[in-house]
């Protein structure tokens, strides 16, 4: 590969590469409205300096990497709520672009160093849905027809970002088309992190081990481990992923602990034992060295994650 790693320099001298937190439910406690099928991208559209703020605060509360508003933004999705092609294309690369300006804003008023990064989202198919799915894998399409999904989107984003951050992934079949899609593009560095239902199988059952050989041979892919999923159950994948043994960093961001009803689009209370910055340490131990938080995880809650695995 002719480009540079780029999570190695955050991980020198034994530091942790810390994630942001959960993009949409943050833009949610300030306000904004985002019951709609293309859930935080619908911002992008609407006001994309929130989407550029949050980016910020999260970096001011300690991230180093933030991940862009792209994971329910769909070339099919952005059609289907009225936008042409091109401009879904055009959107599609401006949400990476917001948060590259967070990164460089940053960077240029802090001094921060190593230099902040941003990630291209890249959701499941269930992201487009909007119904649910992503958290059980359940669609009815094979690997093939995933790849033809998900193929523009890669292709987009591939040349251009930093990094792909292919997330939320719930199945095999999905796993499978989208190491198809990164063997096309040998130069694209990405972590590929999967919804889990327990502390051994994402969502569809399988087991955490086998989701993610399907990555082994492909050196682009700096990091594989699990997002979207409860606190209380990272500590034993970070394990098992550990166990089969990989040459590849391992990342973990859960959820806040809380339920998300589907019905309601309201969410039940967290377990005490699922606090994210009283686990973050054990995962660290186990092998993690990309931490941060997902749904419900606030820039508050990122601080203290920070604080707790030190600088």
């Not at 990164?103 to 487009?128: M, R, T």
């Not at 979207?228 to 973990?252: F, M, N, Q, W, Y």
């Not at 131990?285 to 695995?309: F, N, T």
Request: with cysteine; glycine share 10%; hydrophobic share 40%.
């Amino acid at each position: 590969m002719s480009r540079r790693n780029p999570i190695e320099p955050f991980l020198a001298e034994g530091r942790t590469l810390l994630l942001d937190g959960g993009l949409a439910t943050e833009l949610e406690a300030r306000g904004h409205d985002l019951r709609h099928p293309l859930w935080s991208a619908k911002l992008l559209r609407e006001d994309p300096r929130a989407i550029e703020g949050v980016h910020r605060t999260f970096l001011a509360s300690g991230a180093d990497c933030v991940i862009s508003a792209s994971y329910q933004a769909t070339p099919q999705g952005l059609v289907e709520s009225g936008l042409t092609r091109d401009e879904a294309r055009k959107l599609i690369l401006e949400s990476w672009r917001i948060a590259r300006r967070a990164c460089e804003l940053h960077s240029a008023e802090s001094g921060a160093q190593p230099a902040p990064i941003a990630a291209a989202s890249i959701g499941p198919y269930g992201a487009y849905l909007a119904d649910g799915s992503e958290y059980r894998g359940d669609y009815g399409l094979d690997a093939g027809a995933l790849v033809e999904f998900h193929r523009e989107r890669v292709e987009l984003l591939a040349p251009v970002a930093t990094l792909l951050a292919i997330e939320t992934v719930p199945s095999l079949p999905e796993a499978l088309a989208y190491a198809r899609l990164l063997a096309e593009h040998p130069d694209a560095f990405a972590w590929v992190s999967f919804c889990c239902q327990d502390g051994e199988r994402i969502a569809d059952g399988t087991p955490i081990e086998d989701a993610v050989a399907p990555f082994d041979d492909l050196p682009q892919v700096v990091a594989v481990g699990v997002n979207c999923t409860p606190p209380t159950h990272v500590a034993s994948l970070v394990e098992r992923i550990g166990a089969r043994g990989t040459d590849k960093e391992i990342i973990v961001y859960p959820n806040s602990g809380e339920r998300f009803r589907t019905d309601d689009k309201g969410w039940d209370a967290a377990p005490e034992e699922a606090c994210i910055e009283r686990l973050a340490g054990s995962w660290r131990a186990h092998g993690a060295r990309l931490i941060g938080g997902c749904c419900r995880v606030s820039a508050a809650d990122l601080a203290r994650i920070r604080g707790s695995l030190g600088p």
